[in-house]
């Protein structure tokens, strides 16, 4: 059981050049996320995607598309990037439950990402 | 616009001593409080609170949330080095599927 899985762990870019980064999950989770974390800034959610099939804007999507492939898997993709890209991304998934009172949060290791 | 902020934003303490982590929200339809510890990597879930004025513990860490004042606590007694990361609590929406993280508490403990 890996729990959430991410890659790359590290990644340059230069403007302009696209990527996907990977996540997948083999918790049998429902809800997917995926995060970018900048200095002093926490975590800010970027896309999620409730269930497979279906995904929605998180606080800071601009520049960033996602696709939720199937149940286990979610990928980000940067179309054009920018040096303001240059962060932590981390993916994360969760069992949401409609009823019940919250929902943990498992997060994937991270993928370091520069932009020159 | 959902809001979490976290203070201190960081410390520095001596192994032994006890710390106190605050986290104040603002954030539309309110569910629940989540309190995470991040390392080098990944943030490791602590703790989950949805009601107010009673307190979850483990081990040397409890937490405690006031829906009332819209914050909560963590608390570390006898703290370790292996203590030293960055704290981060995060609110839940309503739906459960929207969470609002604060920018952390960075915790140095020293021998």
């Known amino acids: 059981n890996a729990g959430v899985t991410q890659t790359p762990k590290f990644q340059v870019l230069k403007t302009g050049q696209s990527m996907t980064l990977q996540c997948a999950q083999d918790?049998?989770?429902?809800?997917m996320y995926w995060y970018r974390q900048d200095p002093g800034m926490g975590l800010r959610l970027i896309y999620y995607s409730a269930s497979e099939g279906t995904t929605d804007k998180g606080e800071v999507p601009n520049g960033y598309n996602v696709s939720r492939l199937n149940k286990r898997e979610f990928s980000l993709r940067l179309e054009s990037a920018a040096p303001s890209q240059t962060s932590v991304y981390f993916c994360?998934?969760?069992?949401?439950?409609?009823?019940?009172?919250?929902?943990?949060?498992?997060f994937g290791p991270g993928t370091r990402l520069t932009v020159l | 616009e959902d809001k979490v902020v976290q203070s201190p934003l960081s410390l520095v303490v001596h192994e032994g001593d006890t710390v106190t982590l605050n986290c104040s929200y603002e954030v539309t339809n309110f569910r629940s409080l989540l309190w995470y510890k991040q390392e080098k990597k990944a943030p490791t879930f602590l703790f989950m609170l949805t009601s107010s004025g009673i307190e979850k513990k483990s081990g040397r860490l409890s937490s405690i949330l006031d829906k009332k004042e819209l914050f909560s606590i963590l608390n570390i007694t006898a703290t370790q080095t292996g203590d030293s990361a960055v704290y981060l609590c995060a609110g839940v929406n309503n739906a459960g599927n929207m969470l609002t993280f604060g920018g952390g508490t960075r915790l140095m403990v020293k021998p």
């Open positions: 994360a998934s969760s069992s949401l439950r409609s009823s019940g009172r919250g929902n943990e949060q498992f």
């Open positions: 918790m049998n989770h429902n809800s």
